[in-house]
């Protein structure tokens, strides 16, 4: 079987797409799934997104981790299947689709594509964890994912892979474990990012949900002030727009940048 797909990027986020509206995509074969997002021997991709039919929206998003395993959400790579979804003319410029974290609206512009999210949940604010006998303070909350934030004094200097690694893994996420962002604010509205992402389990160019769970944070926190401007590890910048409530947050956005890299086709 021949599958076309497109290599798109959100912020240098990379992904798989494929238009899979007649649903023959083996989505279920993990390890032929985790063998073409391979760097060196596959494609190499972030994750694979699949555009397929939905009953009340304009389609449905499934997304793929570099383990096979499939998530709720991903920002970066809604951002990038939106863009194609509206160029396959399978959705307007100004759309609605499903996730498994639920309905995403979303408004393409050119390569600039902005995100309604889901309503952030779980909030756990001013925590702490024990790793190696040292308490590390930090607040969580699902935007899609599940997601730690932790603010440092020293973006550069950190070992994100080894400290986001066993605050992943730390029991109080278990069984499913987490996401962990490290940021560093530096004004009123701009802060820095580096995310360890569960799934890919390494440090990341970029994390849309992570992005918007730190602009979220901060502005709980009073640390920042919507909108917040974003800058990634991989030298973008992207903006959290959103509404705070007592309880948690409204109108929540995530705009950044969608774009295509190369078309090709795999053989299954």
Not at 45 to 71: C, K, T, Y
Not at 75 to 81: E, H, S
Request: glycine letters at 10%.
């Amino acid at each position: 079987m021949n599958i076309p797909f497109y290599k798109m990027h959100g912020a240098a986020n990379d992904f798989i797409v494929v238009d899979d509206r007649a649903c023959t995509f083996p989505a279920k074969d993990r390890d032929w799934l985790s063998a073409i997002m391979m760097r060196n021997t596959g494609i190499g991709s972030e994750g694979v997104l699949l555009i397929q039919p939905a009953d009340e929206h304009d389609f449905r998003m499934r997304f793929f981790n570099p383990d096979g395993g499939e998530v709720d959400m991903c920002g970066n790579g809604a951002r990038c299947i939106a863009r194609l979804a509206h160029e396959l003319k399978v959705a307007p410029a100004t759309m609605t689709f499903d996730t498994l974290a639920g309905p995403v609206g979303a408004d393409v512009d050119g390569d600039s594509v902005r995100l309604t999210m889901t309503p952030p949940k779980d909030w756990r604010m001013s925590r702490q964890l024990e790793l190696n006998g040292e308490p590390i303070a930090y607040n969580f909350v699902n935007s899609g994912v599940p997601h730690v934030v932790v603010e440092v004094g020293d973006i550069d200097g950190l070992d994100v892979v080894s400290l986001g690694r066993q605050i992943r893994q730390h029991a109080e996420f278990s069984p499913d474990g987490t996401n962990v962002n490290f940021i560093q604010v530096n004004g009123a509205n701009s802060l820095r990012i580096r995310t360890y992402e569960r799934g890919v389990e390494a440090e990341t160019p970029a994390c849309g949900t992570g992005i918007v769970a730190a602009g979220l944070i901060v502005g709980k926190t009073g640390r920042c002030q919507s909108p917040v401007h974003i800058q990634t590890a991989g030298g973008h910048t992207l903006m959290v727009d959103y509404v705070l409530t007592d309880e948690s947050a409204k109108e929540v956005t995530l705009t950044g940048p969608a774009e295509h890299v190369f078309q090709g086709t795999l053989t299954y």
